[in-house]
């Protein structure tokens, strides 16, 4: 019986193990090539005629030198720093404008009931089938040929919050429904306005929602790639990812730092989960009500 | 301090009228009870006064001044939710200043009065903990406290002690009768516990369901104190609704010279209240309601004038003092009161109860309207 037991463990190890393996090892090698100081995809050279010990080597994820020159070389002799400056400055501006409207739009399709309250949700629903890249072009001459924001801080803010906010919006609408109206109506008796009740009541008791709301506005323009390689010509206006590709492009094979830069601009996300984590605790309304 | 006076209000959703013809005043400083099934409206009249819900037709006058188009913050009231809806990211303290900071009270006098407030329930030691860290009725207490705190000229009350265990909900009514009585704040209280109406209410409002397909012109079946409803109810619905057990409620009929009642196949005198009402339905059928603490063994009571009714014995109901017998007379089930110290009847016994002859209701079969 314990035989038994211990055996299906064993399995259950060896499968969980095996996906684990399957999901960290390509990150695992992106970190050993940043750390290579080399710019070859390749980690070490393999002789002529290899022996099994040597191709075991091969794929193994670790360095043949370890060095931090790809890191530093990332920031003096390449563009990187001011790269990552645009991708800030982009995710910043996207993440204030997308949470700003997707809090106050998600309020008033909770707490209103106004014509088009239905559309309006259906619609934000049906622009999430679409996938991004459909909406290029379209984009493209709005925001390029009409508005005449090509390369500019502002268009990549504009389509990036515009594709962020209505999943925002139904995840805090979502969230906002959850807040028993009984507390709204108690703060209105207690005397306070619409705007007091939005500020004090319904923004600190969705914090947890917000901050989901803000790592993914966030991530949305962060990550992003596609959108920013069109909108941004100028190499001085690309962003972090658009400036990664610059790495790998028809011309240069530079892998150490595509790596490097990589583990750099996955920094700030991992550092925000960390900070946003404390947030991502449910039962914040817990107590409020019964 | 302010009187509430209902001045043939309505309220309708669309089509539906859930809301009929509301006429009646709630006297400055007293403590008036709404209740009712659920359903009945009672708490869409408490949001009215409240300001939450709007008005349909009628006036709805808090003291001096009709309030109809009056903004919730500017009618002075204060309200206690079922739910408490306490600011559950805010310490017990914060969820009592809330309405005086929006109000911009000075620092000094906001630290006084919250200070005041806790001490008289007993939240003193509490300030700090959020709502989450309280039981459910110290919760109730700080629900209670934002109230009191403001110092409004109306208290509401809806359904505040539903959420709360039985033990603590005797509790709290004392507290909040007490309060009342203290602060002598005019005092709407919502509820569907007749047993909490009766202990608490100075005055009970009985409402009913008014849909737009039943006959009745206004959802207020009565409006007295627990006494007047208890004795004299003005009709089967509040007969029915207010005491417990139940009145018993049995069609009769009143005899071709209006003197005599026909029930079950006996006959007794009309009592001198119902003379008049009895002469004029003479010879017609009505409607009889008898409380159980008029139906009675033979050697436990010693009324002038009873008549007897024999029946089997369904049920009994032992409470301690007393035990609750229901017994079936033809078709119908009556409830009786008997000594529990005594020789209880056994399920399927026969027996024999004495009914109080000049402690019975009489009510118009048609219009169930109490006989006058």
Same mark, same amino acid.
């Given at each position: 019986?314990?035989?038994?037991?211990?055996?299906?463990?064993?399995?259950?190890?060896?499968?969980?193990?095996?996906?684990?393996?399957?999901?960290?090892?390509?990150?695992?090698?992106?970190?050993?090539?940043?750390?290579?100081?080399?710019?070859?995809?390749?980690?070490?050279?393999?002789?002529?005629?290899?022996?099994?010990?040597?191709?075991?080597?091969?794929?193994?994820?670790?360095?043949?030198?370890?060095?931090?020159?790809?890191?530093? +070389?990332?920031?003096?002799?390449?563009?990187?720093?001011?790269?990552?400056?645009?991708?800030?400055?982009?995710?910043?501006?996207?993440?204030?404008?997308?949470?700003?409207? =997707?809090?106050?739009?998600?309020?008033?399709?909770?707490?209103?009931?106004?014509?088009?309250?239905?559309?309006?949700?259906?619609?934000?629903?049906?622009?999430?089938?679409?996938?991004?890249?459909?909406?290029?072009?379209?984009?493209?001459?709005?925001?390029?040929?009409?508005?005449?924001?090509?390369?500019?801080?502002?268009?990549?803010?504009?389509?990036?919050?515009?594709?962020?906010?209505?999943?925002?919006?139904?995840?805090?609408?979502?969230?906002?429904?959850?807040?028993?109206?009984?507390?709204? +109506?108690?703060?209105?008796?207690?005397?306070?306005?619409?705007?007091?009740?939005?500020?004090?009541?319904?923004?600190?008791?969705?914090?947890?929602?917000?901050?989901?709301?803000?790592?993914?506005?966030?991530?949305? =323009?962060?990550?992003?790639?596609?959108? =920013?390689?069109?909108?941004? +010509?100028?190499?001085?206006?690309?962003?972090?990812?658009?400036?990664?590709?610059?790495?790998?492009?028809?011309?240069?094979?530079?892998?150490?730092?595509?790596?490097?830069?990589?583990?750099?601009?996955?920094?700030?996300?991992?550092?925000?989960?960390?900070?946003?984590?404390?947030?991502?605790?449910?039962?914040?309304?817990?107590?409020?009500?019964? | 301090?302010? &009187?509430?006076?209902?001045?043939?209000?309505?309220?309708?959703?669309?089509?539906?009228?859930?809301?009929?013809?509301?006429?009646?005043?709630?006297?400055?400083?007293?403590?008036?009870?709404?209740?009712?099934?659920?359903?009945?409206?009672?708490?869409?009249?408490?949001?009215?006064?409240?300001?939450?819900?709007?008005?349909?037709?009628? $006036?709805?006058?808090?003291?001096?001044?009709?309030?109809?188009?009056?903004?919730?913050?500017?009618?002075?009231?204060?309200?206690?939710?079922?739910?408490?809806?306490?600011? @559950?990211?805010?310490?017990?303290?914060?969820?009592?200043?809330?309405?005086?900071?929006?109000?911009?009270?000075?620092?000094?006098?906001?630290?006084?009065?919250?200070?005041?407030?806790?001490?008289?329930?007993?939240?003193?030691?509490?300030?700090?903990?959020?709502?989450?860290?309280?039981?459910?009725?110290?919760?109730?207490?700080?629900?209670?406290?934002?109230?009191?705190?403001?110092?409004?000229?109306?208290?509401?009350?809806?359904?505040?002690?539903?959420?709360?265990?039985?033990?603590?909900?005797?509790?709290?009514?004392? $507290?909040? &009768?007490?309060?009342?009585?203290?602060?002598?704040?005019?005092?709407?209280?919502?509820?569907?516990?007749?047993?909490?109406?009766?202990?608490?209410?100075?005055?009970?409002?009985?409402?009913?369901?008014?849909?737009?397909?039943?006959?009745?012109?206004?959802?207020?079946?009565?409006?007295?104190?627990?006494?007047?409803?208890?004795?004299?109810?003005?009709?089967?619905?509040?007969?029915?609704?207010?005491?417990?057990?139940?009145?018993?409620?049995?069609?009769?009929?009143?005899?071709?010279?209006?003197?005599?009642?026909?029930?079950?196949?006996?006959?007794?005198?009309?009592?001198?209240?119902?003379? $008049?009402?009895?002469?004029?339905?003479?010879?017609?059928?009505?409607?009889?309601?008898?409380?159980?603490?008029?139906?009675?063994?033979?050697?436990?009571?010693?009324?002038?004038?009873?008549?007897?009714?024999?029946?089997?014995?369904?049920?009994?109901?032992?409470?301690?003092?007393?035990?609750?017998?229901?017994?079936?007379?033809?078709?119908?089930?009556?409830?009786?009161?008997?000594?529990?110290?005594?020789?209880? @009847?056994?399920?399927?016994?026969?027996? &024999?109860?004495?009914?109080?002859?000049?402690?019975?209701?009489?009510?118009?079969?048609?219009? $169930?309207?109490?006989?006058?």
């Amino acid at each position: 019986m314990a035989d038994i037991k211990t055996r299906n463990h064993v399995w259950l190890h060896v499968v969980l193990i095996s996906f684990t393996v399957l999901a960290i090892y390509p990150v695992l090698w992106v970190l050993a090539l940043s750390f290579s100081g080399q710019q070859s995809v390749g980690l070490i050279d393999l002789p002529k005629d290899p022996s099994f010990l040597e191709r075991f080597r091969g794929i193994l994820p670790v360095p043949a030198h370890w060095s931090v020159k790809n890191f530093t +070389e990332v920031w003096t002799e390449q563009d990187f720093g001011r790269w990552m400056w645009n991708s800030l400055v982009v995710s910043l501006m996207t993440t204030a404008l997308g949470v700003f409207l =997707a809090c106050t739009a998600a309020y008033a399709f909770s707490r209103f009931r106004f014509p088009g309250r239905n559309v309006g949700m259906l619609m934000f629903l049906i622009s999430q089938m679409f996938p991004g890249t459909l909406m290029l072009i379209p984009l493209f001459i709005i925001i390029v040929k009409w508005m005449g924001l090509g390369n500019t801080y502002v268009g990549l803010v504009i389509v990036y919050a515009t594709t962020a906010i209505p999943f925002c919006v139904w995840m805090l609408k979502g969230y906002f429904d959850t807040i028993p109206y009984d507390i709204e +109506e108690s703060a209105i008796i207690d005397g306070a306005s619409r705007l007091t009740i939005f500020l004090r009541i319904i923004l600190p008791l969705a914090k947890p929602a917000i901050a989901i709301t803000a790592l993914f506005s966030f991530m949305t =323009a962060w990550n992003e790639f596609i959108l =920013a390689s069109i909108f941004m +010509e100028s190499e001085a206006n690309y962003t972090a990812p658009v400036g990664l590709r610059f790495f790998v492009g028809g011309f240069t094979s530079q892998w150490g730092y595509f790596a490097a830069g990589s583990v750099i601009v996955s920094l700030p996300v991992v550092a925000l989960f960390l900070q946003l984590q404390k947030y991502l605790i449910s039962g914040l309304t817990a107590g409020s009500v019964k | 301090m302010a &009187s509430i006076r209902f001045d043939k209000i309505g309220k309708s959703y669309g089509d539906t009228e859930v809301i009929k013809n509301l006429d009646f005043t709630v006297n400055d400083g007293e403590f008036m009870v709404f209740v009712g099934p659920s359903g009945c409206g009672k708490s869409t009249v408490l949001r009215m006064i409240a300001g939450l819900e709007t008005i349909t037709s009628g $006036e709805l006058w808090i003291g001096d001044r009709v309030v109809n188009d009056v903004h919730p913050k500017d009618r002075d009231i204060a309200m206690v939710f079922q739910s408490y809806a306490l600011y @559950p990211h805010m310490n017990v303290f914060d969820n009592i200043a809330f309405g005086l900071k929006i109000r911009k009270l000075p620092n000094a006098e906001i630290q006084q009065r919250v200070k005041g407030v806790a001490d008289m329930l007993g939240l003193d030691k509490f300030l700090d903990r959020k709502p989450k860290a309280l039981s459910g009725g110290q919760r109730q207490r700080v629900a209670l406290g934002r109230a009191i705190v403001r110092n409004p000229s109306v208290f509401l009350f809806d359904e505040p002690l539903s959420n709360l265990d039985a033990e603590l909900r005797v509790q709290m009514r004392a $507290e909040i &009768s007490n309060l009342q009585r203290r602060l002598n704040t005019t005092t709407v209280y919502v509820t569907h516990d007749q047993v909490e109406a009766m202990t608490m209410g100075q005055r009970i409002a009985v409402l009913r369901a008014c849909d737009s397909a039943s006959s009745l012109d206004t959802n207020l079946m009565q409006c007295g104190s627990p006494m007047d409803l208890y004795d004299r109810p003005d009709n089967v619905f509040v007969a029915r609704f207010i005491g417990t057990p139940h009145m018993n409620i049995l069609p009769a009929r009143l005899s071709d010279d209006g003197t005599e009642v026909e029930l079950l196949g006996g006959r007794m005198p009309v009592s001198a209240q119902f003379k $008049e009402g009895a002469l004029a339905m003479r010879g017609r059928d009505v409607i009889l309601g008898i409380r159980p603490e008029h139906i009675g063994a033979a050697h436990e009571i010693d009324w002038a004038q009873t008549q007897t009714l024999q029946g089997q014995v369904e049920m009994v109901e032992l409470l301690g003092h007393e035990a609750i017998l229901h017994f079936k007379v033809g078709e119908h089930v009556l409830t009786g009161r008997l000594h529990s110290h005594g020789s209880l @009847p056994a399920v399927g016994d026969t027996v &024999s109860m004495q009914l109080k002859c000049d402690a019975i209701h009489l009510f118009d079969k048609v219009t $169930e309207l109490r006989l006058r």
